[in-house]
């Protein structure tokens, strides 16, 4: 399920959301990425939705090296590699970072350099029972179980904004894989300001029938 600094995370108040799609130049056929990074000079948020044993792929089209760790879901949900070492802890400019999701749920790849002067969150839905969507925004997603074989429900977050509403704030790439907009709450995540917590905008989103709809 965004943030100024989404942590799942989506942490601070609103956020600008963006999802790039990137050519790995090189020897050989150009290599299209689903997604770029650039850690030195801007952050990416964005919420895949894949398949289990599907993959999600990152480009670090920046000019320095970004180091990538899990920030927040449930361990073991996706693996990744830059192609030399699983579960690397850098990732080189230039390199492409193959993230697969390996059991249903939540989790989110956080990508920024030790300065921590642009944080890109990466919150990865994984589908354990078919029928993936496209990605979404930037923001705060978790799954919970259900007794269905389909997708289980998706809980999305965003940092409250300062002003507004959460429906007017909202970014509009959450509404992914068909998922209407609106139906946004006010709650607490622990998430929030660098796991300090905070108040967050909140949704849940869930699988029926042959499309997600909100709950």
């Not at 089209?61 to 030399?84: E, F, L, Y």
């Not at 990605?135 to 002003?163: K, N, R, V």
């Not at 929030?192 to 029938?209: E, F, I, K, L, Q």
Request: proline share 4%.
């Amino acid at each position: 399920m965004t943030h100024r600094k989404l942590r799942f995370g989506l942490g601070g108040a609103a956020a600008s959301f963006v999802l790039v799609a990137g050519t790995v130049l090189g020897a050989g056929p150009a290599f299209a990425a689903d997604a770029n990074v650039d850690c030195g000079t801007s952050a990416t948020f964005s919420s895949p939705t894949i398949n289990s044993g599907s993959s999600f792929t990152i480009l670090n089209a920046g000019s320095v090296s970004c180091n990538v760790s899990q920030s927040g879901g449930t361990p073991g949900v996706v693996t990744w590699t830059d192609g030399t070492t699983s579960g690397t802890s850098t990732l080189a400019s230039g390199a492409t970072l193959t993230v697969t999701g390996a059991s249903g749920g939540l989790a989110t790849l956080l990508i920024t350099t030790s300065a921590r002067s642009f944080d890109s969150y990466f919150n990865f839905f994984v589908l354990s029972g078919g029928g993936g969507g496209g990605g979404g925004g930037g923001s705060s997603s978790s799954s919970s179980s259900s007794g269905s074989t389909g997708p289980t429900p998706i809980f999305q977050q965003f940092g409250l904004p300062a002003s507004g509403t959460c429906d007017e704030a909202a970014p509009a790439d959450l509404d992914w894989a068909g998922v209407p907009s609106g139906g946004w709450g006010i709650s607490w995540a622990q998430w929030m300001n660098d796991g300090n917590g905070g108040a967050v905008c909140t949704r849940t989103v869930s699988y029926v029938g042959t499309g997600w709809t909100i709950n």
